[in-house]
């Protein structure tokens, strides 16, 4: 099996950065999923998705805007009426999706290679986003699981938080290093590392 | 009344100042016009100037619904160029600029132009060529321009960052030495000033809230300070078109108002000489000559009246200007504020008799208005008075929309906010 | 021991020494001065020169609204110019300069321009300067000469162009409640809001929270006010809900409860930590707002106000009760108010000596003159200043017997000998923020001075904000506007108890003493009484004119201290009250703000950079990187000593010889799915796509709604409900979102999505004669022989372990394929066709050539399709399906679109075998003294090596019906000029036998 | 200023892009009558008060909203999906508290 190229190669340095005054307080990493996608419902059909998605991944959406899930292996949030994001450490997701959402309840569309995604955790993780994003992170505004839709001027991203202090990032393939080389500045402040 | 000089000045400087007088009346409205023009800005202003001096009609009256000038003429960052690409927006605003060469003589009053010239920046080869085409375009019609290069461009702005590293590097640029600033305000005042000299009646603090018709046709207006009739209305309203041509009944219009905001620095010594403008995104800047830069960026982008800006256009301006002067961040933004722009569909404005008989429209001017008003006022004028365009403003009809003769310098359509 | 610095009190820290510089000269203070505190009490009195006259200036105040004390504070060649000295915490090795003064402070030659006085008065300019009628500075050619003198002689203080090395930041915070202001109605507000759970944030524009508690001698509940409030920030701190900021000015109230604020979080020391901004942009969207902004005190207008060492009176108290610095010996006080009473007081206390207090007032209250006879004060009740004494620094004062009512002087003048004169002309409050959110202030006839207006937006306002000057005025309404902005109605409770100064909050209506000399109402300006009165001569009476005519309110301290007086003025002048003149409505920002800390995060780093997934191996094989819009694409793989030219004639040659290879990964991709795509297509597409074949491909035309060209691309059919459409690398982001508009707004009906997969799929677009052969050595799983993969077909297979996706079409007229991979495996799929193309001479190429090719076979690009062209003037009109509605097919006809003298696409050949510009127009006649004429310009041009000739793609008036003709072209840009000849645009292998193979 | 997306919740104003007067109506695609096209492409309504609108969430999740908003305070007194059938009951913002 052929690796995929990580985008964020030259510019992804393991070890510890920054300012240590305080510790380290972010910790950044790319998580390489093996499957992207993007599950589109047909307007009405969203029920039957997200017990689809159930079906396949196992994994129950709560309802609501912006609901999701995370078990560590997989991950599921809306992000948009009707669309979903799923998520896989496994390869071949699409085509586990393909044979079950049918044309008349949506759309499955593989971004495996599309989108990559980064992971803020520690504790200044909602202090170095808010650097970035025009959202509230405080937790009851953004609980854990949920997922929201998002920019940074040109950089789109969806975020989902899988934990108290843990925000999975998804950004376009072509601005990840743009985007990570900002994330890693912007942490200095606090000390990060990367791993 | 005195002539402005220098000799006037030392005069009543010896008594004084005491014997200076008000720049314009301020009479009350008379119950009839030959022609009244409704908006007291730059644009109404030379109308009513050049109705009387090149056409002999001074029964005209000035409508202002506040205070003289409060509109854009006095909100603009105060460029005046005509560096177009399309021929018919090129000759238009070509004959603004000679205009502006001999405008304080005219005026008898001093409206500051300076002819600092006006560089446009080019980032990469194909965003050259596309100067090239609008310099050459220029050239053709007889109109200043000249290509730079990197290293002319850094002597004439130092501050500039032309480094290859820079996240857009400066090709070169186009420039047409004519351009320059004036003194906005001074604009209004002098128009102001040089139509009460020839007898037209400024009216301020005079809101436009109907008109007044037999059967079509347009017989004058109501105002909060009564009713006047008028043989001829002509509008000049810039950002409040929409607004007044709905109190003639017409609700729509190829126009949106847009809020444009603009912004000025703490006075500095000199840093920047010309105007620039910066060709990756929509950045414009100049510097006043008491030492503020003056600058601003793109529209807001929604419709608005309020003359209130929002704040993301503020960081994008601010950003922009950093990428080309790296050493302004711990300058000061001291003032910001908002005009109301009147964008049309294809980024070109509107001079024309009608859309009703007995009404003339001037409007459209979306942010290049300051620049036209010479040549707005002096064709507006001619259209009202000859009750046909001038050559010059043949094109700007409000049909050419629904025609497919647009006049679209920039390409993009009926999105009014892209222009 | 510093000559003005008091034995004890203030809060700095006296056993902190501080060294710094102001002018060259060291000096020492205390941590915890302001270089104004720490100047004053060295004993310096010159701080800077006024804008006009430069006239020697003192400081006036001691916080924001500084219209005087500007200096540039140095770190390096990087400069910070127009700083209030009474901002600036000085820390060691701070540098600081004056400004606007030549040579020195102390002797400044512009100075001069006092004597010009009566002629450099309000409107000076627009009145001389207009020059000889003929000459060579006709027109407005000696305007510019004399401007050339003016600017140098305007401006204050000197930017640097050294780009400054630190880092600014934004953040963008949500909260419940914003307090804005931390003295005891915001200490209050923050307090009684976090009681109830509510998200604070509590701003404070000063190093310090507690506001006027911080100096004004008031005992609250028993103890110092100061001690106090240090209390009550340390209860706040204890609260996990609350975010306090210190030295953060709120600077703009946007709509929808967005307030902008600027955290100035490293100016105070002498390096910032690693990683740490030294401004911090807060974007604060809050669901309500306290303002417990205070108030500024009013300046006096009398001849000779302006002197150094004359001082706002709360300023004086300030410096003694929170520096320990006395601003004089021998201090006078001019007041028309009470507040000044406890000023002397305080002044008394830190040992100076109040030679009088002088009062426009004749009845005074037993309260005040108790006040003053403690401060062991002569009351000269019924007086006013009429003249100050000194130079650099106040000797004395003259005073008059002053009839409030008719503004009368009479009697002799009296001289007073002092060295400081402390004025208080009323106090306004600071509604800067509630006027920006969206509503007009109101005058109070009572106070003096313009009221906050009702909210427009939500918020509550609190203490001297509302106009209520007392500290237990204060603490009420803090602690009522907290809970109101929380939603909530607290019990009643014992609110803490004040002892402070009596004083009645209403002033006299007293603003300006009418007598001989200067009389200053914008400082910083030079603004004088007689100057408004000359703008109300002429006519410039609406507050606007007013201001623009004189430029009141115009300086840096944006007439926090001089608009009211000057509004007073006019509206005298008018025999008006106040409120008919109006006053201006304020802007954002409060107090100037760092164009740094706005740009913020974006600072050195303008825009992202887009990549492609193969973008590292282009920079390790030579590439040149073209940066186009946010994307980085080679534009040649140049040679030892190449020229561009050279290499990209080098690289089509040898595409069309052989093979080239070219990163297309920019193209935008959408993914169109669903029932209805193909519809979907149909209707935004000129030509038909139902049609097409599963596992095909076809070129494609859109037109925008006004019938003009809008973007090109070619769409894959990949399954029956499954499209891949391509566009041009620029209109990517602009075709997604027309897409979208339609199928959201105006044909929600179909069943389509549409997903950008621009960055899913890596893409090589391979071609010339030997292509077929080189894929065919690599490709795995499937032929691609001309049965299998026929012009226009996909395929699906293999390169290196690696599946792809491959369809042949071309932009090049070569055999040509583009080969689809996940962008994951771009890299490795571009590396093995490399591999594979070494036997057959494959070369990579760039941009140029690519642009060379297509302009060779006559393709269009942006170039062409500039939002002006149609499908016809592009010839493009075969696409134009007559089968069916789309885009733009109802408008696409109007009499304006279907002209025949339009612009249209033609090929051009220099005939002189010279290279063509890009930019260059074509004219029938050459007249290269005066060119004129223009009949067209070029879109692109290239040498071609297929034809060995210089030829170029225009747009051409009637262009179709020149063919044949010839022309020249007219560049006087760059001085070319030379014959063409007109011909199609289709150059090389117009039948296309080539790329059909 | 904010919007509320149905979907999002409060958004910035940046995350937005406008698409102008929400009163315009496209003539059926077959339709030859010139001035409806015209009207429907190039005028527009341009009230000083409220006005009916389009925006789309294009930094969000990239829904198109019919907005009314006061051009004169731009206050926003509705939003919602521009195409009707997407149940904002269903898709209100989760928040739990």
Same mark, same amino acid.
């Given at each position: 099996?052929?690796?995929?190229?990580?985008?964020?190669?030259?510019?992804?340095?393991?070890?510890?950065?920054?300012?240590?005054?305080?510790?380290?307080?972010?910790?950044?990493?790319?998580?390489?999923?093996?499957?992207?996608?993007?599950?589109?419902?047909?307007?009405?059909?969203?029920?039957?998705?997200?017990?689809?998605?159930?079906?396949?991944?196992?994994?129950?959406?709560?309802?609501?805007?912006?609901?999701?899930?995370?078990?560590?292996?997989?991950?599921?949030?809306?992000?948009?009426?009707?669309?979903?994001?799923?998520?896989?450490?496994?390869?071949?997701?699409?085509?586990?999706?393909?044979?079950?959402?049918?044309?008349?309840?949506?759309?499955?569309?593989?971004?495996?290679?599309?989108?990559?995604?980064?992971?803020?955790?520690?504790?200044?993780?909602?202090?170095?986003?808010?650097?970035?994003?025009?959202?509230?992170?405080?937790?009851?505004?953004?609980?854990?699981?949920?997922?929201?839709?998002?920019?940074?001027?040109?950089?789109?991203?969806?975020?989902?938080?899988?934990?108290?202090?843990?925000?999975?990032?998804?950004?376009?393939?072509?601005?990840?290093?743009?985007?990570?080389?900002?994330?890693?500045?912007?942490?200095?402040?606090?000390?990060?590392?990367?791993? | 009344?005195?002539?402005?000089?220098?000799?006037?000045?030392?005069?009543?400087?010896?008594?004084?100042?005491?014997?200076?007088?008000?720049?314009?009346?301020?009479?009350?409205?008379?119950?009839?016009?030959?022609?009244?023009?409704?908006?007291?800005?730059?644009?109404?202003?030379?109308?009513?100037?050049?109705?009387?001096?090149?056409?002999?009609?001074?029964?005209?009256?000035?409508?202002?619904?506040?205070?003289?000038?409060?509109?854009?003429?006095?909100?603009?960052?105060?460029?005046?160029?005509?560096?177009?690409?399309?021929?018919?927006?090129?000759?238009?605003?070509?004959?603004?600029?000679?205009?502006?060469?001999?405008?304080?003589?005219?005026?008898?009053?001093?409206?500051?132009?300076?002819?600092?010239?006006?560089?446009?920046?080019?980032?990469?080869?194909?965003?050259?060529?596309?100067?090239?085409?609008?310099?050459?375009?220029?050239?053709?019609?007889?109109?200043?321009?000249?290509?730079?290069?990197?290293?002319?461009?850094?002597?004439?702005?130092?501050?500039?960052?032309?480094?290859?590293?820079?996240?857009?590097?400066?090709?070169?640029?186009?420039?047409?030495?004519?351009?320059?600033?004036?003194?906005?305000?001074?604009?209004?005042?002098?128009?102001?000033?040089?139509?009460?000299?020839?007898?037209?009646?400024?009216?301020?603090?005079?809101?436009?809230?109907?008109?007044?018709?037999?059967?079509?046709?347009?017989?004058?207006?109501?105002?909060?300070?009564?009713?006047?009739?008028?043989?001829?209305?002509?509008?000049?309203?810039?950002?409040?078109?929409?607004?007044?041509?709905?109190?003639?009944?017409?609700?729509?219009?190829?126009?949106?108002?847009?809020?444009?905001?603009?912004?000025?620095?703490?006075?500095?010594?000199?840093?920047?000489?010309?105007?620039?403008?910066?060709?990756?995104?929509?950045?414009?800047?100049?510097?006043?000559?008491?030492?503020?830069?003056?600058?601003?960026?793109?529209?807001?982008?929604?419709?608005?009246?309020?003359?209130?800006?929002?704040?993301?256009?503020?960081?994008?301006?601010?950003?922009?200007?950093?990428?080309?002067?790296?050493?302004?961040?711990?300058?000061?933004?001291?003032?910001?504020?908002?005009?109301?722009?009147?964008?049309?569909?294809?980024?070109?404005?509107?001079?024309?008799?009608?859309?009703?008989?007995?009404?003339?429209?001037?409007?459209?001017?979306?942010?290049?208005?300051?620049?036209?008003?010479?040549?707005?006022?002096?064709?507006?004028?001619?259209?009202?008075?000859?009750?046909?365009?001038?050559?010059?403003?043949?094109?700007?009809?409000?049909?050419?929309?629904?025609?497919?003769?647009?006049?679209?310098?920039?390409?993009?359509?009926?999105?009014?906010?892209?222009? | 021991?510093?000559?003005?610095?008091?034995?004890?009190?203030?809060?700095?820290?006296?056993?902190?020494?501080?060294?710094?510089?102001?002018?060259?000269?060291?000096?020492?203070?205390?941590?915890?001065?302001?270089?104004?505190?720490?100047?004053?009490?060295?004993?310096?009195?010159?701080?800077?020169?006024?804008?006009?006259?430069?006239?020697?200036?003192?400081?006036?105040?001691?916080?924001?609204?500084?219209?005087?004390?500007?200096?540039?504070?140095?770190?390096?060649?990087?400069?910070?110019?127009?700083?209030?000295?009474?901002?600036?915490?000085?820390?060691?090795?701070?540098?600081?300069?004056?400004?606007?003064?030549?040579?020195?402070?102390?002797?400044?030659?512009?100075?001069?321009?006092?004597?010009?006085?009566?002629?450099?008065?309000?409107?000076?300019?627009?009145?001389?300067?207009?020059?000889?009628?003929?000459?060579?500075?006709?027109?407005?050619?000696?305007?510019?000469?004399?401007?050339?003198?003016?600017?140098?002689?305007?401006?204050?203080?000197?930017?640097?162009?050294?780009?400054?090395?630190?880092?600014?930041?934004?953040?963008?915070?949500?909260?419940?409640?914003?307090?804005?202001?931390?003295?005891?109605?915001?200490?209050?507000?923050?307090?009684?809001?976090?009681?109830?759970?509510?998200?604070?944030?509590?701003?404070?524009?000063?190093?310090?929270?507690?506001?006027?508690?911080?100096?004004?001698?008031?005992?609250?509940?028993?103890?110092?006010?100061?001690?106090?409030?240090?209390?009550?920030?340390?209860?706040?701190?204890?609260?996990?809900?609350?975010?306090?900021?210190?030295?953060?000015?709120?600077?703009?109230?946007?709509?929808?409860?967005?307030?902008?604020?600027?955290?100035?979080?490293?100016?105070?020391?002498?390096?910032?930590?690693?990683?740490?901004?030294?401004?911090?942009?807060?974007?604060?969207?809050?669901?309500?707002?306290?303002?417990?902004?205070?108030?500024?005190?009013?300046?006096?207008?009398?001849?000779?106000?302006?002197?150094?060492?004359?001082?706002?009176?709360?300023?004086?108290?300030?410096?003694?009760?929170?520096?320990?610095?006395?601003?004089?010996?021998?201090?006078?006080?001019?007041?028309?108010?009470?507040?000044?009473?406890?000023?002397?007081?305080?002044?008394?206390?830190?040992?100076?000596?109040?030679?009088?207090?002088?009062?426009?007032?004749?009845?005074?209250?037993?309260?005040?003159?108790?006040?003053?006879?403690?401060?062991?004060?002569?009351?000269?009740?019924?007086?006013?200043?009429?003249?100050?004494?000194?130079?650099?620094?106040?000797?004395?004062?003259?005073?008059?017997?002053?009839?409030?009512?008719?503004?009368?002087?009479?009697?002799?003048?009296?001289?007073?000998?002092?060295?400081?004169?402390?004025?208080?002309?009323?106090?306004?409050?600071?509604?800067?923020?509630?006027?920006?959110?969206?509503?007009?202030?109101?005058?109070?006839?009572?106070?003096?001075?313009?009221?906050?207006?009702?909210?427009?937006?939500?918020?509550?306002?609190?203490?001297?904000?509302?106009?209520?000057?007392?500290?237990?005025?204060?603490?009420?309404?803090?602690?009522?506007?907290?809970?109101?902005?929380?939603?909530?109605?607290?019990?009643?409770?014992?609110?803490?108890?004040?002892?402070?100064?009596?004083?009645?909050?209403?002033?006299?209506?007293?603003?300006?003493?009418?007598?001989?000399?200067?009389?200053?109402?914008?400082?910083?300006?030079?603004?004088?009484?007689?100057?408004?009165?000359?703008?109300?001569?002429?006519?410039?009476?609406?507050?606007?004119?007013?201001?623009?005519?004189?430029?009141?309110?115009?300086?840096?301290?944006?007439?926090?201290?001089?608009?009211?007086?000057?509004?007073?003025?006019?509206?005298?002048?008018?025999?008006?009250?106040?409120?008919?003149?109006?006053?201006?409505?304020?802007?954002?920002?409060?107090?100037?703000?760092?164009?740094?800390?706005?740009?913020?995060?974006?600072?050195?780093?303008?825009?992202?950079?887009?990549?492609?997934?193969?973008?590292?191996?282009?920079?390790?094989?030579?590439?040149?990187?073209?940066?186009?819009?946010?994307?980085?694409?080679?534009?040649?793989?140049?040679?030892?000593?190449?020229?561009?030219?050279?290499?990209?004639?080098?690289?089509?040659?040898?595409?069309?010889?052989?093979?080239?290879?070219?990163?297309?990964?920019?193209?935008?991709?959408?993914?169109?799915?669903?029932?209805?795509?193909?519809?979907?297509?149909?209707?935004?597409?000129?030509?038909?796509?139902?049609?097409?074949?599963?596992?095909?491909?076809?070129?494609?035309?859109?037109?925008?709604?006004?019938?003009?060209?809008?973007?090109?691309?070619?769409?894959?059919?990949?399954?029956?409900?499954?499209?891949?459409?391509?566009?041009?690398?620029?209109?990517?982001?602009?075709?997604?979102?027309?897409?979208?508009?339609?199928?959201?707004?105006?044909?929600?009906?179909?069943?389509?999505?549409?997903?950008?997969?621009?960055?899913?799929?890596?893409?090589?677009?391979?071609?010339?004669?030997?292509?077929?052969?080189?894929?065919?050595?690599?490709?795995?799983?499937?032929?691609?022989?001309?049965?299998?993969?026929?012009?226009?077909?996909?395929?699906?297979?293999?390169?290196?372990?690696?599946?792809?996706?491959?369809?042949?079409?071309?932009?090049?007229?070569?055999?040509?394929?583009?080969?689809?991979?996940?962008?994951?495996?771009?890299?490795?799929?571009?590396?093995?066709?490399?591999?594979?193309?070494?036997?057959?001479?494959?070369?990579?190429?760039?941009?140029?050539?690519?642009?060379?090719?297509?302009?060779?076979?006559?393709?269009?690009?942006?170039?062409?399709?500039?939002?002006?062209?149609?499908?016809?003037?592009?010839?493009?009109?075969?696409?134009?399906?007559?089968?069916?509605?789309?885009?733009?097919?109802?408008?696409?006809?109007?009499?304006?679109?279907?002209?025949?003298?339009?612009?249209?696409?033609?090929?051009?050949?220099?005939?002189?075998?010279?290279?063509?510009?890009?930019?260059?127009?074509?004219?029938?006649?050459?007249?290269?003294?005066?060119?004129?004429?223009?009949?067209?310009?070029?879109?692109?041009?290239?040498?071609?090596?297929?034809?060995?000739?210089?030829?170029?793609?225009?747009?051409?008036?009637?262009?179709?019906?020149?063919?044949?003709?010839?022309?020249?072209?007219?560049?006087?840009?760059?001085?070319?000029?030379?014959?063409?000849?007109?011909?199609?645009?289709?150059?090389?292998?117009?039948?296309?036998?080539?790329?059909?193979? | 200023?904010?919007?509320?997306?149905?979907?999002?919740?409060?958004? #910035?104003?940046? +995350?937005?892009?406008?698409?102008?007067? $929400?009163? /315009?109506?496209?003539?059926?695609?077959?339709?030859?009558? !010139?001035?409806?096209?015209?009207?429907?492409?190039?005028?527009?309504?341009?009230?000083?008060? #409220?006005?009916? +609108?389009?925006?789309?969430?294009?930094? $969000?999740? /990239?829904?198109?909203?019919?907005?009314?908003?006061?051009? !004169?305070?731009?206050?926003?007194?509705?939003?919602?999906?521009?195409?009707?059938?997407?149940?904002?009951?269903?898709?209100?913002?989760?928040?739990?508290?």
């Amino acid at each position: 099996m052929v690796e995929r190229q990580s985008p964020l190669e030259p510019e992804f340095h393991p070890g510890s950065h920054g300012n240590f005054e305080h510790g380290v307080e972010i910790i950044l990493s790319e998580t390489r999923p093996g499957s992207i996608l993007q599950l589109a419902a047909w307007p009405g059909e969203e029920k039957r998705l997200m017990s689809s998605i159930y079906k396949v991944a196992g994994l129950a959406l709560p309802d609501g805007a912006g609901g999701g899930v995370a078990d560590g292996v997989k991950a599921a949030f809306g992000f948009a009426p009707g669309k979903f994001t799923v998520v896989d450490e496994a390869e071949g997701l699409a085509s586990a999706f393909a044979g079950v959402i049918t044309p008349n309840i949506g759309t499955v569309t593989d971004l495996s290679h599309g989108r990559t995604a980064i992971r803020i955790a520690g504790p200044k993780a909602e202090w170095v986003l808010a650097k970035f994003f025009a959202i509230d992170f405080a937790l009851p505004a953004f609980p854990v699981g949920a997922g929201r839709s998002t920019t940074h001027h040109d950089v789109f991203a969806q975020i989902q938080r899988t934990g108290a202090d843990q925000f999975d990032i998804y950004v376009f393939r072509s601005f990840a290093r743009s985007f990570w080389k900002a994330l890693c500045h912007a942490s200095e402040e606090v000390g990060y590392e990367v791993q | 009344m005195a002539e402005y000089s220098a000799l006037s000045l030392l005069k009543n400087a010896f008594t004084g100042n005491k014997d200076w007088k008000p720049a314009w009346r301020k009479p009350d409205p008379k119950a009839s016009y030959d022609v009244i023009v409704i908006g007291g800005g730059g644009h109404g202003l030379s109308t009513a100037y050049y109705l009387a001096k090149e056409h002999g009609i001074t029964n005209v009256a000035v409508l202002e619904k506040g205070w003289l000038g409060s509109g854009n003429v006095g909100r603009n960052t105060t460029a005046v160029r005509s560096n177009y690409l399309l021929p018919s927006n090129t000759r238009f605003y070509e004959h603004s600029m000679k205009m502006w060469e001999n405008l304080s003589h005219d005026l008898n009053y001093n409206v500051m132009f300076s002819q600092r010239g006006c560089l446009n920046l080019a980032h990469t080869p194909a965003q050259f060529d596309d100067y090239a085409r609008r310099g050459n375009a220029m050239r053709h019609l007889g109109v200043d321009a000249e290509l730079m290069t990197v290293a002319e461009i850094k002597r004439l702005v130092p501050a500039l960052d032309v480094s290859g590293s820079a996240r857009f590097p400066i090709l070169g640029g186009l420039m047409q030495p004519r351009a320059g600033s004036a003194r906005h305000d001074a604009v209004a005042w002098g128009y102001a000033r040089g139509a009460d000299r020839r007898g037209v009646d400024i009216i301020e603090n005079c809101e436009v809230t109907g008109f007044l018709r037999n059967g079509d046709r347009i017989t004058g207006v109501s105002t909060t300070r009564g009713e006047i009739r008028a043989k001829k209305v002509a509008l000049a309203v810039a950002g409040s078109t929409g607004r007044v041509m709905q109190l003639a009944g017409i609700d729509k219009m190829p126009i949106e108002s847009h809020v444009l905001q603009a912004f000025v620095t703490e006075s500095l010594k000199p840093i920047i000489d010309t105007i620039l403008t910066f060709g990756m995104g929509h950045f414009y800047i100049s510097q006043s000559d008491k030492g503020g830069l003056v600058y601003g960026g793109d529209l807001d982008g929604y419709n608005s009246y309020a003359q209130r800006g929002s704040l993301p256009i503020v960081d994008e301006v601010m950003s922009e200007m950093l990428a080309l002067f790296p050493g302004l961040a711990r300058v000061r933004m001291l003032r910001s504020w908002g005009g109301v722009c009147d964008m049309t569909m294809d980024g070109s404005p509107i001079i024309t008799t009608g859309p009703l008989p007995g009404m003339y429209l001037n409007c459209g001017w979306c942010y290049g208005g300051f620049k036209a008003t010479p040549a707005s006022g002096w064709c507006f004028a001619w259209t009202i008075a000859k009750d046909e365009p001038h050559d010059f403003n043949a094109p700007f009809t409000l049909d050419r929309f629904y025609r497919g003769l647009v006049i679209d310098d920039k390409g993009q359509g009926a999105t009014p906010r892209l222009h | 021991m510093s000559p003005r610095r008091t034995e004890t009190g203030g809060r700095i820290d006296r056993l902190r020494t501080i060294r710094f510089t102001f002018d060259g000269t060291p000096y020492t203070g205390y941590a915890g001065d302001t270089l104004a505190s720490a100047l004053l009490a060295n004993g310096v009195t010159l701080f800077g020169r006024s804008f006009k006259y430069h006239r020697p200036r003192g400081v006036l105040t001691a916080g924001v609204e500084e219209p005087n004390a500007l200096v540039t504070v140095l770190r390096g060649e990087v400069r910070e110019p127009n700083i209030a000295a009474t901002m600036v915490e000085i820390y060691d090795g701070l540098v600081a300069v004056s400004q606007n003064r030549f040579p020195s402070l102390a002797w400044d030659v512009n100075a001069i321009n006092q004597l010009g006085g009566k002629i450099l008065s309000a409107g000076f300019y627009y009145k001389t300067f207009m020059g000889p009628v003929i000459g060579p500075l006709k027109g407005t050619r000696f305007w510019m000469f004399c401007e050339h003198f003016i600017r140098r002689a305007a401006g204050l203080g000197r930017a640097g162009t050294a780009a400054d090395p630190e880092r600014y930041e934004r953040m963008n915070a949500f909260c419940d409640v914003l307090v804005v202001g931390s003295g005891p109605a915001g200490l209050m507000a923050a307090k009684a809001a976090a009681d109830q759970g509510q998200r604070v944030i509590l701003c404070e524009l000063e190093p310090h929270f507690g506001g006027s508690a911080n100096w004004s001698g008031e005992t609250i509940d028993g103890t110092p006010a100061a001690d106090w409030a240090a209390r009550a920030v340390g209860q706040l701190e204890g609260h996990d809900n609350v975010r306090l900021l210190p030295r953060t000015t709120v600077w703009g109230y946007y709509d929808g409860n967005t307030l902008a604020a600027l955290e100035r979080v490293t100016d105070h020391k002498e390096a910032p930590a690693r990683g740490e901004p030294r401004h911090r942009y807060w974007a604060i969207r809050t669901k309500s707002v306290v303002l417990a902004t205070g108030s500024f005190e009013r300046p006096l207008v009398f001849p000779g106000n302006d002197r150094p060492c004359v001082m706002l009176a709360h300023a004086a108290e300030r410096y003694a009760n929170e520096y320990g610095v006395l601003p004089g010996d021998r201090i006078a006080l001019f007041t028309n108010n009470d507040s000044a009473y406890r000023s002397a007081l305080a002044l008394k206390k830190a040992g100076a000596a109040i030679v009088a207090i002088i009062d426009v007032r004749q009845d005074l209250s037993s309260e005040m003159r108790k006040l003053a006879t403690d401060a062991e004060a002569e009351i000269l009740s019924a007086h006013a200043v009429v003249a100050t004494e000194g130079g650099k620094a106040l000797t004395g004062l003259k005073v008059q017997r002053f009839d409030m009512v008719s503004g009368a002087l009479t009697g002799d003048a009296r001289s007073i000998h002092a060295d400081c004169l402390l004025m208080s002309g009323g106090w306004s409050p600071t509604i800067h923020l509630a006027s920006q959110a969206g509503a007009r202030a109101e005058w109070d006839a009572a106070r003096q001075a313009f009221l906050p207006p009702k909210p427009t937006q939500k918020w509550v306002g609190a203490g001297a904000f509302t106009g209520s000057f007392s500290t237990a005025e204060a603490i009420a309404e803090g602690r009522a506007a907290g809970l109101s902005a929380a939603g909530a109605t607290g019990a009643p409770t014992i609110l803490p108890v004040v002892e402070a100064a009596p004083g009645d909050p209403d002033p006299a209506p007293v603003f300006e003493i009418k007598a001989k000399g200067k009389s200053f109402v914008d400082f910083q300006h030079d603004v004088t009484a007689e100057d408004v009165r000359l703008a109300h001569r002429e006519g410039f009476v609406s507050v606007e004119h007013l201001k623009r005519y004189t430029t009141l309110g115009m300086a840096t301290d944006q007439g926090k201290s001089s608009n009211v007086p000057g509004l007073a003025i006019m509206a005298e002048a008018l025999g008006k009250p106040i409120p008919e003149v109006g006053t201006t409505r304020f802007r954002p920002p409060y107090s100037a703000v760092s164009i740094g800390s706005l740009a913020a995060e974006r600072f050195g780093d303008l825009k992202p950079e887009r990549l492609t997934p193969m973008h590292d191996w282009h920079l390790a094989n030579g590439a040149t990187m073209y940066s186009a819009g946010l994307w980085y694409r080679p534009m040649i793989y140049g040679l030892a000593g190449e020229t561009i030219e050279q290499a990209y004639v080098r690289e089509a040659k040898a595409t069309r010889d052989s093979a080239g290879i070219v990163d297309v990964s920019t193209l935008g991709k959408i993914a169109v799915q669903g029932p209805d795509a193909a519809e979907l297509l149909d209707r935004v597409y000129t030509n038909m796509f139902s049609t097409l074949a599963v596992g095909k491909a076809r070129y494609g035309l859109m037109l925008r709604e006004d019938g003009l060209a809008f973007d090109d691309g070619t769409t894959w059919r990949l399954g029956e409900q499954d499209f891949l459409m391509t566009t041009t690398t620029a209109n990517a982001g602009k075709v997604m979102q027309h897409l979208e508009y339609f199928l959201d707004v105006i044909w929600p009906e179909l069943k389509v999505t549409v997903t950008s997969v621009t960055d899913e799929w890596a893409g090589a677009a391979i071609g010339g004669p030997k292509a077929r052969a080189i894929l065919a050595a690599c490709v795995k799983g499937t032929a691609v022989d001309n049965a299998t993969l026929p012009f226009m077909g996909i395929v699906h297979g293999k390169i290196a372990d690696v599946p792809v996706m491959i369809c042949r079409l071309s932009f090049s007229g070569e055999m040509a394929f583009e080969v689809y991979s996940g962008a994951g495996y771009g890299a490795h799929v571009w590396e093995a066709l490399i591999e594979a193309g070494k036997p057959f001479g494959l070369v990579t190429y760039g941009l140029e050539a690519l642009g060379t090719m297509r302009i060779e076979k006559g393709h269009v690009t942006g170039a062409e399709i500039d939002g002006r062209t149609t499908a016809r003037d592009l010839h493009l009109d075969w696409m134009l399906s007559k089968k069916k509605t789309f885009i733009g097919s109802a408008m696409m006809d109007r009499e304006g679109l279907i002209a025949p003298d339009r612009l249209q696409l033609v090929g051009l050949v220099s005939l002189d075998n010279r290279p063509l510009n890009g930019g260059a127009h074509i004219v029938e006649e050459l007249d290269e003294a005066n060119p004129h004429g223009s009949i067209g310009h070029i879109t692109a041009c290239c040498y071609s090596p297929a034809l060995g000739k210089h030829i170029a793609l225009a747009l051409v008036s009637g262009g179709k019906a020149r063919h044949g003709t010839r022309a020249f072209v007219s560049d006087p840009l760059r001085n070319r000029f030379g014959p063409i000849e007109i011909v199609s645009n289709h150059f090389y292998d117009p039948d296309g036998s080539r790329m059909h193979g | 200023m904010l919007i509320t997306c149905p979907y999002c919740g409060p958004r #910035d104003v940046i +995350e937005f892009t406008y698409q102008g007067d $929400g009163n /315009r109506q496209r003539p059926q695609p077959s339709s030859q009558d !010139l001035d409806a096209w015209n009207a429907y492409v190039y005028d527009r309504l341009n009230p000083a008060g #409220d006005h009916n +609108e389009i925006w789309q969430h294009s930094g $969000g999740c /990239r829904a198109h909203l019919r907005v009314v908003r006061n051009t !004169l305070t731009h206050e926003i007194s509705s939003s919602g999906f521009a195409r009707g059938d997407h149940k904002a009951a269903r898709h209100r913002l989760e928040t739990k508290s």
